[in-house]
């Protein structure tokens, strides 16, 4: 389905995904946006074989995930107050796990959302606000415990790229002793990496760099908003007026590269399907050189 092609445009991704659910809003276009929206929370869920879907909650849009112990997990935004921010992008994550039949059962997995109250304790993700990557940790960590990943996680797996695309080497740690107007590492390294996609010629190869800066969980843009929203953290310590303002300027940008990544979430199938297609025989194998020409020379023969 186009809902699922496009949110997970490594076609050749090695964990196999959890099936999309199974209700005629999947080929609706609404339900289809909302579900890019939050590809970079359903697409690691579903690699560790848990089926996601998209429901509303009191207030916000929320994944729902069943897991195999008949209780489910909620993942989404503080639903109290509303929030005016856009559906997968929100100022923090809760995920909980409850269980239908059973009211006794209910625990909080995961709590990054900011609190309203200022003489209330934060539990220690709240640092991390929206960002992805550590509610994934957080949620396979305790599934993991409690036995209840249907795939078992495999990080190896999940950091395997396919051959056309580039491994790119960590930079080494950045010298802010003085040197920093010479010492631009990770700038050399996007660097390094459209030099690549300038030389190429291949739609192919191309998409696949693309693929390192769109990929939603881990891609140069996800990683660029949390670095925007960690610098963010830093300003608002201050605690002078303008650290404040600062810090509501780096979250905007954070929200902003991820909007773009939002927007950007097909361009990955789009660059690859510029790729010519192959012609092929009634076998289904490409054709062959064909008859040698005048300019051909046959094997075994002079001209």
Aim: glycine share 6%; aromatic share 4%; proline share 12%.
């Amino acid at each position: 389905m186009a809902a699922d092609q496009e949110s997970t445009p490594d076609a050749r991704r090695a964990a196999p995904l959890a099936p999309l659910p199974d209700h005629h809003n999947v080929d609706t276009p609404w339900w289809q946006e909302l579900w890019h929206r939050h590809a970079h929370i359903t697409t690691p869920l579903r690699e560790r074989g848990l089926e996601c879907d998209i429901d509303f909650g009191l207030s916000a849009y929320i994944v729902r995930v069943s897991l195999p112990d008949g209780s489910y997990l909620i993942t989404g935004p503080p639903q109290e107050p509303p929030s005016d921010r856009p559906p997968g992008s929100p100022e923090g994550w809760i995920a909980t796990r409850e269980h239908p039949d059973d009211a006794s059962l209910f625990e909080v997995l995961y709590d990054s959302a900011p609190s309203d109250d200022p003489g209330a304790p934060q539990r220690p993700e709240a640092r991390h606000g929206g960002s992805a990557q550590p509610l994934i940790e957080a949620i396979d960590h305790r599934l993991t415990q409690l036995g209840l990943l249907p795939t078992p996680s495999s990080p190896t797996a999940r950091t395997t790229v396919s051959a056309t695309e580039p491994t790119l080497r960590t930079p080494k740690p950045l010298d802010v002793s003085g040197n920093a107007d010479r010492t631009f590492v990770y700038g050399d390294v996007l660097l390094a990496l459209t030099d690549r996609l300038n030389a190429t010629e291949s739609p192919t190869d191309a998409a696949a760099l693309l693929h390192q800066i769109l990929e939603p969980t881990s891609g140069l843009l996800e990683r660029l908003g949390e670095f925007f929203e960690a610098a963010a953290e830093k300003a608002k310590e201050s605690e002078q007026d303008d650290g404040f303002d600062l810090h509501y300027d780096l979250q905007d940008a954070a929200a902003t590269l991820r909007s773009l990544g939002e927007d950007l979430h097909t361009a990955v199938d789009r660059m690859r399907a510029l790729a010519p297609a192959r012609r092929t025989t009634r076998t289904g194998l490409p054709p062959g050189p064909g008859p040698p020409t005048a300019t051909t020379a046959m094997p075994g023969r002079t001209r």
